[in-house]
């Protein structure tokens, strides 16, 4: 006999457990590598885990991205595709769940968040205005300097500092925006560029409070706000839990409320929305929507499938409404909380609050003996797989790229290391997995050397680059 006591995870807790609500039904095998296999593998992919091929990942986080599980729902709608070229049922049913849980009036599918992004860009900004934003994300901020404008982060000073527990880290500073405004002059100002749960930030949401707050400021100068909702029914449920007079109001309605107050979205279906590939955009102005339904004919495909299969926008639409439903969406941070509260308490060092779809390592403080200029977020995810088999992303200098004007690295406060997770898709177990291998990598720290970037593409380099361990 031993005197042992095994404990849930609910008791160790000192509370009821919780489960997935949901049960699985089809399963697809993963397999654990050799150390030597790893070591191969990392060294052809150029030390980036965006050139692996996923056959060699065991649990892979590298995004939420497009890699979530869709529900027998979802894969009975797959077969209900009606791909007309014109005119698919398909479409209006997404149109019908964009309206009914979003609130729009009117949308443009497209093929994925990027789609979206490039149409918005293209139809509001003109050479020289300015476009600012709580913190940059990588496509969204190409696709508006392409366009000729210039992103200014007007996001609190907070959600630069890995260390502050600021409830709502994704609010827009106000004061940053009505001085750029009065600076520049309402014109100069294409839009406020407003995202959900801020993705650089480490997944950080933004409050009620200041979402409302915007609109009076942008409201005063007549500057109109869309809303990146790629992850915006996760920022509801912080809403739901950290804002005074939201407890008792349901996710499909903190969402509703929230996209109210502004102007329009655009959206990367396969995060919140559940599906493996898909995207659209919606607005309230009606000659905007002209000009959107016009340019999406030209880079996406028909203003009734932009991109899409009748098949996948299906799916979407049966997504969206699975992914308001309030035991879904706490179950899905849930887990991220769980993986995040494990790492906090063996001191290993994560953006706080743990945000909503990922936890972000601060390889800053984890590789303390490390400069930036040798890529410690990359050094890390490289480290990682090394050991485990565990596939994260580099969130930090190589994302953040170069200044178009001085051609320099742009060279962020945050560089992370990301491991995003899946919706629907992992268990309590990976998550462990995960966990053990976190620490493993943390205890072997000072033997770390980083990283020399030997290739760099000139977009988005972070997805192509390739490196050499230094020695
Ligand atoms: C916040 C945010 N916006 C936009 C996008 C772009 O979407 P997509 O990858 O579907 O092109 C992403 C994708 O990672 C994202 O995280």
Redesign the pocket.
């Given at each position: 006999m031993t005197d042992r006591h095994f404990r849930t995870m609910g008791q160790q807790a000192e509370r009821r457990s919780w489960a997935e609500p949901w049960k699985i039904k089809m399963v697809e095998p993963i397999r654990m590598t050799s150390r030597e296999d790893r070591a191969r593998a990392l060294a052809e992919a150029g030390y980036n885990t965006f050139l692996l091929r996923s056959e060699d990942v065991y649990i892979d986080l590298l995004?939420?991205?497009?890699t979530g599980a869709m529900s027998d729902r979802q894969w009975a709608g797959m077969m209900l595709g009606d791909e007309a070229y014109a005119g698919s049922r398909n479409f209006y049913h997404l149109e019908d769940a964009v309206r009914t849980y979003y609130g729009y009036p009117h949308v443009v599918p497209t093929?994925?968040?990027?789609?979206?992004?490039h149409l918005m860009s293209r139809a509001l900004i003109s050479r020289g205005q300015f476009v600012p934003g709580n913190m940059y994300?990588?496509?969204?901020r190409l696709h508006q300097e392409l366009a000729g404008g210039t992103f200014v982060d007007v996001i609190i000073d907070e959600a630069h500092d890995p260390t502050s527990l600021r409830p709502f880290k994704g609010n827009v500073d106000l004061d940053k925006l009505d001085g750029l405004i009065r600076r520049e002059g309402a014109e100069k100002i294409a839009f406020m560029s407003l995202?959900?749960?801020?993705?650089?930030a480490g997944g950080q949401p933004v409050a009620m409070a200041n979402v409302r707050a915007l609109r009076e400021l942008c409201d005063r100068y007549g500057v109109r706000i869309y809303l990146?909702a790629?992850?915006m029914v996760e920022n509801a449920l912080f809403i739901q839990e950290r804002e005074e007079g939201y407890r008792d109001t349901p996710i499909a309605a903190i969402l509703k409320e929230f996209c109210s107050y502004t102007d329009g979205c655009?959206?990367?279906?396969?995060?919140d929305n559940l599906v493996n590939?898909?995207?659209w955009l919606a607005v309230r102005d009606a000659p905007l929507f002209d000009k959107l339904r016009n340019l999406v004919v030209v880079y996406e495909g028909l203003h009734t499938y932009g991109g899409m299969a009748g098949r996948d926008m299906e799916a979407v639409a049966i997504g969206i409404a699975e992914s308001v439903e309030d035991d879904h969406v706490r179950a899905r941070v849930g887990q991220v909380r769980y993986l995040g509260d494990l790492l906090l308490d063996w001191e290993i060092p994560i953006v706080v609050p743990v945000g909503g779809?990922a936890i972000f390592l601060d390889a800053r403080r984890f590789y303390a003996h490390l400069a930036q200029d040798v890529f410690p977020a990359q050094t890390l995810a490289a480290e990682l797989y090394l050991d485990s088999g565990v596939r994260a992303m580099e969130r930090g200098i190589v994302s953040a790229g170069r200044d178009p004007k001085t051609g320099d690295h742009r060279r962020p406060k945050l560089e992370l290391t990301r491991l995003a997770i899946p919706r629907r898709v992992y268990t309590q177990a990976h998550m462990d997995v995960v966990a053990e291998a976190v620490k493993a990598v943390h205890d072997a720290r000072e033997g770390a050397r980083g990283l020399r970037m030997v290739y760099e593409p000139s977009y988005l380099r972070f997805f192509q680059a390739r490196f050499d361990p230094l020695p």
């Open positions: 995004t939420d991205s497009g093929h994925q968040g990027r789609g979206a992004e994300f990588t496509t969204t995202a959900g749960t801020v993705n650089m990146d790629t992850r655009w959206m990367s279906a396969k995060k590939i898909g995207g779809h």
